[in-house]
């Protein structure tokens, strides 16, 4: 999983404080945002299997296993929500890796809580 050497993302203009994260070399610090409402995030599906790897112990670098961890501090926190989405559900059963798809299905639920997107009505 790369992680950036800095990230910012702010809201719409005048939706509130900035949400900051800032990386010290490739290990992104969060700054809490004092508004109660949880953030969304979302991650393709190269991204959960690294961190099916890093929940398993072994991480494909120690950042996997940083943000597998805070990742998970800020779900059990009630402060970020990760959903999946139909395509995320598609790309993992039809990976031919059978001993990737269970640790990473694992993985998805501990962190989506069962969070969705749902399609647009009408499309």
């Not at 404080?17 to 969304?40: E, F, L, M, S």
């Not at 979302?42 to 072994?58: C, E, K, Q, T, V």
């Not at 598609?90 to 399609?119: F, G, Y």
């Amino acid at each position: 999983m790369i992680v950036p050497a800095s990230l910012e993302a702010t809201k719409p203009a005048g939706a509130g404080p900035r949400i900051q994260a800032r990386a010290a070399g490739r290990v992104p610090t969060i700054v809490r945002v004092n508004d109660h409402k949880p953030r969304t995030v979302y991650i393709d599906i190269n991204h959960w299997y690294a961190l099916s790897r890093a929940d398993a112990g072994n991480p494909d670098t120690p950042e996997d296993a940083i943000v597998m961890r805070k990742l998970q501090e800020e779900v059990d926190a009630g402060r970020l929500v990760i959903p999946l989405s139909s395509v995320t559900y598609t790309e993992l059963t039809e990976n031919p890796r059978d001993h990737q798809r269970k640790p990473t299905a694992d993985v998805m639920l501990k962190l989506s809580r069962l969070a969705t997107i749902a399609p647009a009505q009408g499309r």
